[in-house]
């Protein structure tokens, strides 16, 4: 047994081969699982609980499916489904989280986030992201017709690289800082922290001010492949991707 972590699937329509993975994964190992937690950007867009394609009740029934199994799954918010909510919540069985969490996992204090908020020198997006994410304008913005909301959704993700390899501008904007990771290491207490929203799966060691080592795991995408991080009870673990089929 052992928890699991994934992040940054950007499931869509467009990409069958991705989630036919996703569900692959939620059906076999996700079902031996202590439990799962998806750390955000489940779906390259969600505008609301109310946009239920095929597509979407596809996945939310594999959800539906493991959480029956009595497998615990988490869900943290990332910055393309942020708008997923309560009702997502009670078809798929998934426990919400705040956007960032703090866990006892198997005995150690563990972060858990999307990661963007560490992302500091991105300054343009953050900026968005504290528009966006306003309460008014987000119940505005759930309260306008599905097909506007699609409409926009379109028109977002035709000028998106979500689905693309990044730049090594893009890569480095993006990578969390030093500082940030500090500070959001020092307020929660935790010697581990585990995000992903980067796109650069990796472990990293920072010594924290009272002379303290902390491990950052961070996961990769699911572009090519499948990026899943295993934290066993003994607490080792290790960051794998599963190929496509």
């Known amino acids: 047994m052992s928890t699991l972590f994934i992040s940054d699937l950007h499931l869509s329509a467009e990409r069958p081969d991705i989630t036919g993975l996703f569900i692959h994964f939620l059906q076999h190992e996700a079902r031996q699982a202590d439990a799962l937690y998806i750390l955000?950007?489940?779906?390259?867009?969600?505008?609301?609980?109310?946009?239920?394609?095929?597509?979407?009740?596809?996945v939310i029934n594999a959800l539906r499916a493991l959480t029956d199994s009595d497998v615990a799954v988490y869900f943290i918010a990332g910055n393309r489904d942020f708008l997923i909510g309560r009702?997502?919540?009670?078809?798929?069985?998934v426990t919400l989280l705040p956007e960032s969490a703090v866990i006892d996992l198997y005995g150690s204090a563990t972060l858990i986030m999307h990661g963007d908020t560490l992302c500091t020198l991105?300054?343009?997006?953050?900026?968005?992201?504290?528009?966006?994410?306003?309460?008014?304008?987000l119940t505005l913005l759930t309260r306008l017709p599905l097909a506007w909301r699609r409409a926009?959704?379109?028109?977002?993700?035709?000028?998106?690289?979500?689905?693309?390899?990044?730049?090594?501008?893009q890569l480095r904007r993006m990578d969390a800082t030093e500082e940030a990771v500090q500070a959001a290491l020092g307020t929660s207490a935790a010697t581990r922290l585990i995000h992903?929203?980067?796109h650069r799966p990796d472990i990293h060691q920072h010594q924290l001010p009272d002379g303290q080592q902390?491990?950052?795991?961070?996961?990769?995408?699911?572009?090519?492949?499948?990026?899943?991080?295993?934290?066993?009870?003994?607490?080792?673990?290790e960051l794998r991707n599963e190929p496509l089929s």
């Not at 489940?42 to 394609?53: H, P, Q, V, Y």
């Not at 991105?122 to 304008?137: E, P, S």
């Not at 959704?153 to 501008?169: M, T, V």
């Open 40 to 58: 955000g950007d489940l779906f390259d867009a969600w505008i609301g609980d109310d946009d239920l394609t095929p597509f979407h009740c596809r």
């Open 87 to 93: 009702r997502f919540a009670r078809m798929t069985g």
């Open 122 to 137: 991105d300054t343009g997006y953050l900026r968005f992201r504290k528009v966006i994410r306003n309460r008014v304008l």
């Open 152 to 169: 926009l959704a379109a028109k977002l993700r035709s000028g998106s690289a979500s689905q693309q390899p990044l730049s090594d501008e």
């Open 196 to 198: 992903g929203h980067t």
């Open 214 to 237: 902390a491990t950052r795991i961070v996961l990769g995408d699911w572009y090519e492949q499948g990026s899943i991080l295993a934290v066993h009870p003994d607490n080792t673990f």
